[in-house]
């Protein structure tokens, strides 16, 4: 299963709503996973499980999906949101997207 | 805190050897599946080897099979990549991450560079 991100890179203004995509070529139900990942950092789980936000992760941060479509939303960007987002199913395998590029205007 | 340190990285020739090892802190380590991902700017994010509770069950992506190893060892809190035959593709920073499928957290990544 390939996973393929959309936008490669983005660029938003502060407090702008984004939308990171993420599309599987065949199924993976809800075994989708969401990371944020800042220069010189490990990634950081935001969502599992498609929907479900990890621990001590804001609100802003949503997910949504199943299947072979899969949103990443931050409903209220702030500077410090700006990272690599990464997608990666574990349906089976475990498969990384290439990522999104998140720019703060 | 739950914690997560890498190390046994470094610069190595094609061909060569290097054991890289993961140390846990702050939660029940014998509990956990524990997972190997790399990352490279030719490859992106790749997951290399998992490791179940026990080491009774291991996974490894087809590029490493024969060539590397997982391992754990309970006592020590540890997990451990003994890394063989190796070459130039895997070059990367290793990370190793809590869990099985996915991984929360990892630890900060330790640079294996192959080269001549």
């Known amino acids: 299963t390939v996973m393929t991100q959309s936008p490669a890179t983005l660029s938003v203004s502060p407090g702008e709503r984004v939308t990171l995509a993420c599309r599987a070529s065949?199924?993976?139900?809800?075994?989708l996973v969401w990371y944020q990942q800042k220069p010189g950092q490990a990634p950081r789980v935001l969502i599992y499980?498609?929907?479900t936000r990890a621990t001590g992760i804001p609100a802003r941060f949503s997910g949504s999906g199943s299947g072979t479509q899969f949103t990443l939303t931050i409903s209220s960007l702030q500077s410090e949101d700006s990272a690599v987002y990464y997608c990666?199913?574990?349906?089976?395998?475990?498969?990384f997207g290439q990522g999104t590029r998140l720019e703060i205007k | 805190e739950v914690q997560l340190v890498e190390s046994g990285g470094g610069l190595v020739q094609p061909g060569g050897s290097l054991r890289l090892s993961c140390a846990a802190s702050g939660f029940t380590f014998r509990s956990y599946w524990m997972t190997w991902v790399r990352q490279s700017s030719e490859k992106g994010l790749e997951w290399v080897a998992n490791?179940?509770?026990?080491?009774?069950?291991?996974n490894y992506v087809d590029s490493v099979k024969g060539r590397f190893t997982v391992s754990r060892d309970n006592a020590k809190n540890s997990i451990y990549l003994q890394m063989n035959s190796l070459r130039v593709d895997d070059t990367a920073v290793y990370y190793c991450g809590r869990g099985g499928e996915w991984f929360d957290p990892w630890g900060q990544g330790t640079l294996v560079t192959v080269s001549s």
């Open positions: 499980g498609a929907s």
């Open positions: 065949q199924s993976v139900s809800n075994r």
């Open positions: 990666q199913h574990y349906d089976n395998w475990i498969i």
């Open positions: 490791i179940n509770q026990d080491g009774s069950d291991k």
